[in-house]
C-alpha cells in the first residue's frame, strides 16, 4: 500500500468485482477439470488471493484455480488416489498444499534464479502458445458446441466437425458479449466491460429462459464456506504426490511469473522471482488448508484485472471478499450465467496476449555475419520462442516448457561452441586495430595475423578455435598469430593445455603464437595451470604483440 493514491481505490474495487465476475464461474469449471465437486473450486480462492496480496510481488497478478494445473491435478491425483485408496478430494487439497509448501521452501531457499534458465523468448512463446490454447478450449462454448479435447491441434478440427451442430442463440449470446467487450474497451476502456457483459448476461438468461433454448449455463453451486484444516489423508499419501507437485509446481510458476513479468514490463516496476515463489507458496498453503485445489497466478484473469483498470492487489482482497459473499448469499446468481458468456470474457482477456509482432521482431535479429557463424542458430532466440509455443500447442503447458527450455539451452550451448572469431588490422593514422571485416580501411600485417576471439575459451570450442588458428598460420609469410584476448572472459584448463600443443606445433612450423590483452581470469588459469613461457607472457596491447612479432623479441 506504499505510495497508494486516492483515486485508486475505485478502480481497484472495480477490477476486484470484474475479476470476481470471472472467477466464479472459472473456478467452478477448472475443478471439474481437476475431477472434484465444482465448489472445491471456490474455496480455493479466497485464501489463496488473500495471502499472494500480503506475500507475492505484482500488482497486478490475480491467482486461482487454472485449466493447466487443474489437468495436472487431475492426472497426478488420479494415480495416487488409485495407488492409496484415499478420497479424491482430500487427495486434491493435500497436492494444492504440497504444491504451496515445495513453493514456499524454493522461495526461502532462493531458488528464483533458477527462473533464469527460462528466457524472455521462451516466456514470450509459452505465454503465447497458452493463450492460443486456452482460447481453442472456450470456443466450442462460444458455439455451443461439444468441441474436443487433447492439445490445440486436435482441438481445432474438432471444433470444425462440430460447427454443423452450432446452437443459434448461444453463438448470438457469445459473440454479442465478446462484441460489447471488446468495443467498450477501444471507446470506453475505463468502463468494466466483463462486468458489464457477465450481468447482461445473467439478466438476459434470465428474463428470456435462454436455457429453454439450448443456451448451456454454470448451473447449481453448493452454499456455505469450507472447514479449515489439514486434508484427511495420512503422510504416505504426501508421499505419493511429492514428485507430481515438482511438475505442477514448474508449471505454476512459470505461467504466473510469466503472467507477472507482462503486466510488470507494461508498467515499468519490477518482478523478484524469490518472492513470486514464496507468495505462490503461500497461496497454495492456503488454497489446501481451505480444502481447495491447485492455484497459480492466473494468465487470463490477470489480463481481465489488468484491463478493467487494476493498481494494486487490492483488487484481489475486493475479488476475495466478494468470493466469500458468494459462498455464503449469492450462488444462485451464477446458476443463470450463460457458458457462452464466460467464454467471452476469457477470449477477450486472453486475445490481447496472443502477439505475433513480439516472435517476428526477434525473427528480425540476423545478420549475414551471424548466419555465416551459426547456420540455423543465427537467431536463437526466435527458434526458441517458436519451439515454446508449438510445443505447449502440440504436447501441452507442462512438456511445452521443458522443450522449450530445452531448445533454448541447446542453442545457447551450440552459440558457445562457435565463439565469433574475428581477423584485425591496422587502422591508417592512429594505429588502433579493428575488424577487417567491419572497417574497410583497416589494412592486414604482413607476416602477422591477429585474430580476435569473442568468447569464453573451454572444452566445447577449444578444437574449433584451434582450426581457425592453424587456418591462419597456414597462410603463406605468416610468422606469428596473435590472439587478442581481451574479449575472453574465461578459459578453463583443457584449452590452456590446447594452446600449448598448438604453440608447439605452430613453432615447429616457424610461426609464433602470442596472446594479448588478457583479463584477469584468463591471466590467473596460464599461469596457474602451468602454460608454456610463450603463453604466460602476455602482451598488454595488441600493438605490443605485433611489434614483438615483427622484431622477433
Known amino acids: ?33 481437476a475431477g472434484v465437486s465444482p465448489v472445491v473450486g471456490l474455496y480455493a480462492a479466497p485464501a489463496a488471493l488473500i495471502l499472494y496480496a500480503a506475500f507475492g510481488g505484482s500488482r497486478h497478478l490475480i491467482v486461482g484455480p487454472m485449466a493447466a494445473t487443474a489437468a495436472l491435478s487431475a492426472a497426478i491425483v488420479g494415480d495416487a488416489a488409485a495407488g492409496s485408496g484415499a478420497n479424491f478430494t482430500a487427495m486434491t487439497a493435500a497436492l494444492a498444499l504440497t504444491v504451496g509448501i515445495a513453493a514456499l521452501l524454493a522461495g526461502l531457499l532462493r531458488l528464483g534464479f533458477l527462473a533464469n534458465f527460462i528466457s524472455e523468448p521462451v516466456l514470450k512463446g509459452f505465454i503465447i502458445g497458452l493463450a492460443l490454447t486456452i482460447i481453442a478450449g472456450q470456443l466450442p462454448k462460444l458455439f455451443g458446441v461439444e468441441g474436443g479435447s487433447g492439445d490445440f491441434f486436435e482441438r481445432i478440427p474438432a471444433l470444425i466437425e462440430d460447427l454443423g451442430g452450432t446452437n443459434g442463440p448461444t453463438l448470438l449470446v457469445g459473440l454479442t458479449a465478446l462484441t460489447l467487450i471488446i468495443v467498450l474497451r477501444r471507446v470506453a476502456p475505463i468502463v468494466p466491460g466483463s462486468l458489464i457483459a457477465v450481468v447482461a448476461g445473467i439478466v438476459a438468461s434470465t428474463t428470456l429462459d435462454l436455457e429453454r433454448h439450448g443456451v448451456e449455463v454454470v448451473g447449481g453451486i453448493e452454499a456455505g464456506l469450507p472447514s479449515l484444516g489439514f486434508p484427511d489423508i495420512g503422510l504416505g499419501d504426501l508421499g505419493l504426490l511429492a514428485a507430481g507437485s515438482m511438475g505442477v509446481l514448474l508449471v505454476a510458476f512459470a505461467e504466473g511469473l510469466g503472467a507477472a513479468k507482462t503486466y510488470a514490463a507494461r508498467d515499468h516496476y519490477g518482478i523478484d522471482a524469490n518472492r513470486e515463489l514464496i507468495g505462490l507458496g503461500a497461496a497454495g498453503v492456503g488454497a489446501g488448508l481451505s480444502g481447495g485445489m491447485v492455484v497459480n497466478g492466473s494468465l487470463s484473469k490477470t489480463a481481465v484485472n489488468r484491463s478493467a483498470g487494476a493498481r494494486t492487489q487490492l483488487s484481489g482482497i475486493v475479488a476475495a471478499v466478494l468470493t466469500v ?35 517476428l521482431s526477434l525473427y528480425r535479429v540476423f545478420t549475414r555475419r551471424l548466419g555465416r557463424a551459426y547456420g540455423v542458430a543465427a537467431r536463437p532466440d526466435f527458434i526458441a520462442a517458436v519451439t515454446a509455443l508449438l510445443g505447449v500447442m502440440v504436447f501441452g503447458t507442462l512438456p511445452g516448457l521443458f522443450i522449450g527450455i530445452g531448445a533454448s539451452l541447446l542453442l545457447l550451448l551450440y552459440r558457445s561452441s562457435r565463439p565469433q572469431i574475428s581477423e584485425l588490422g591496422r587502422m591508417p593514422g592512429n594505429g588502433h586495430f579493428a575488424a577487417l571485416d567491419r572497417h574497410a580501411e583497416s589494412r592486414g600485417i604482413p607476416g602477422v ?40 572472459p574465461f578459459i578453463d584448463v583443457g584449452a590452456v593445455r590446447m594452446l600449448d600443443n598448438l604453440a608447439g606445433d605452430l613453432g615447429d612450423l616457424g610461426v609464433r603464437l602470442l596472446i594479448a590483452r588478457d583479463v584477469g581470469q584468463v591471466r590467473d588459469v596460464l599461469r596457474t595451470a602451468g602454460a608454456e613461457e610463450e603463453l604466460r607472457r602476455v602482451y598488454p596491447t595488441v600493438r605490443a604483440a605485433v611489434d614483438a612479432a615483427e622484431s622477433g623479441g
Open 449 to 488: 595475423v591477429v585474430l580476435r576471439v569473442e568468447g569464453g575459451i573451454y572444452f566445447a570450442n577449444a578444437e574449433r578455435i584451434r582450426s581457425e588458428v592453424r587456418r591462419a598460420a597456414a597462410r603463406k609469410g605468416v610468422g606469428a598469430v596473435v590472439i587478442d584476448a581481451e574479449t575472453v
Open 1 to 33: 500500500m506504499r505510495g497508494y493514491r486516492w483515486r485508486w481505490p475505485a478502480r481497484d474495487a472495480l477490477a476486484g468485482m470484474t475479476v470476481w465476475a470471472v472467477l466464479v464461474p472459472e473456478a467452478l469449471a477448472y475443478a471439474t477439470i
Open 325 to 359: 459473499i458468494t459462498l455464503l448469499f449469492l450462488t444462485g446468481l451464477f446458476e443463470k450465467l450463460p457458458e457462452a458468456v464466460l467464454a467471452a470474457v476469457v477470449i477477450a482477456a486472453v486475445v490481447e496476449l496472443v502477439d505475433p509482432r513480439s516472435i
